[in-house]
């Protein structure tokens, strides 16, 4: 089970995520069609000449960390620092078909996406915000103090956040079973939502096999 804490609905009342739970999927390299397709979506949006903040979904999820009282120049969603790279002129280097696809999501839509080792995750999932315990090793290596941040912890602890996720439920080729956490924009209708989740679900198994199923929170 999957929920959002009352703290977040009080402070912005359209929060809303979507999951994509995947079963039996099987990452590897990226393959030659994916990274010819993901570089020339990137050229293309190099040569539209706009800004990271051009972006409604950059400027919407910004908004999002303002009110749940995080400062979003100093913590960037890392949708938004992925966009600011890449229009920088400075190349993603591929990593895995799981991560290269999700780096792929969180750049085409503008909003923070996670992806995760999901035989990693203990019990039920809550999407909420920090306190003074949250802390874990990001994927950048340092240790994360999450206090006030949003983020998503299971049983354990925390796990995940729009701002950098832990190495703890990180996907790599062993990863069988995983999940997406969408950040989707509050203003977004259900329908929109469900149409972006369904078309994720449907390129991330054309690429890494194995099932999928949507929820909508």
């Given at each position: 089970?999957?929920?959002?804490?009352?703290?977040?609905?009080?402070?912005?009342?359209?929060?809303?995520?979507?999951?994509?739970?995947?079963?039996?999927?099987?990452?590897?390299?990226?393959?030659?069609?994916?990274?010819?397709?993901?570089?020339?979506?990137?050229?293309?949006?190099?040569?539209?000449?706009?800004?990271?903040?051009?972006?409604?979904?950059?400027?919407?999820?910004?908004?999002?960390?303002?009110?749940?009282?995080?400062?979003?120049?100093?913590?960037?969603?890392?949708?938004?620092?992925?966009l600011r790279r890449v229009l920088s002129g400075k190349d993603l280097p591929a990593i895995n078909?799981?991560?290269?696809?999700?780096?792929?999501?969180?750049?085409?839509?503008?909003?923070?996406?996670?992806?995760?080792?999901?035989?990693?995750?203990?019990?039920?999932?809550?999407?909420?915000?920090?306190?003074?315990?949250?802390?874990?090793?990001?994927?950048?290596?340092?240790?994360?103090?999450?206090?006030?941040?949003?983020?998503?912890?299971?049983?354990?602890?925390?796990?995940?956040?729009?701002?950098?996720?832990?190495?703890?439920?990180?996907?790599?080729?062993?990863?069988?079973?995983?999940?997406?956490?969408?950040?989707?924009?509050?203003?977004?209708?259900?329908?929109?939502a469900r149409e972006m989740l369904e078309s994720m679900a449907k390129m991330f198994t054309q690429?890494?096999?194995?099932?999928?199923?949507?929820?909508?929170?």
């Amino acid at each position: 089970m999957i929920t959002i804490s009352a703290k977040i609905k009080e402070l912005v009342p359209q929060f809303k995520i979507g999951t994509i739970t995947y079963h039996d999927i099987a990452i590897s390299e990226s393959p030659q069609m994916i990274k010819g397709r993901f570089q020339l979506f990137l050229e293309s949006l190099k040569l539209e000449g706009k800004t990271a903040a051009d972006y409604p979904g950059v400027a919407e999820y910004r908004s999002v960390f303002k009110k749940l009282g995080t400062d979003p120049s100093r913590y960037r969603p890392a949708s938004e620092a992925l966009l600011r790279r890449v229009l920088s002129g400075k190349d993603l280097p591929a990593i895995n078909s799981g991560v290269d696809v999700n780096n792929f999501f969180s750049i085409r839509f503008a909003i923070p996406i996670g992806l995760y080792n999901l035989d990693k995750i203990e019990g039920d999932v809550e999407v909420r915000i920090g306190g003074v315990e949250d802390t874990y090793e990001g994927l950048n290596g340092r240790e994360m103090n999450m206090e006030g941040k949003l983020l998503s912890a299971d049983s354990i602890g925390a796990f995940g956040s729009p701002i950098v996720d832990s190495k703890r439920t990180m996907v790599d080729e062993s990863v069988r079973n995983a999940m997406h956490i969408v950040y989707l924009q509050p203003s977004m209708d259900e329908s929109e939502a469900r149409e972006m989740l369904e078309s994720m679900a449907k390129m991330f198994t054309q690429v890494n096999g194995g099932t999928a199923e949507i929820q909508l929170i």
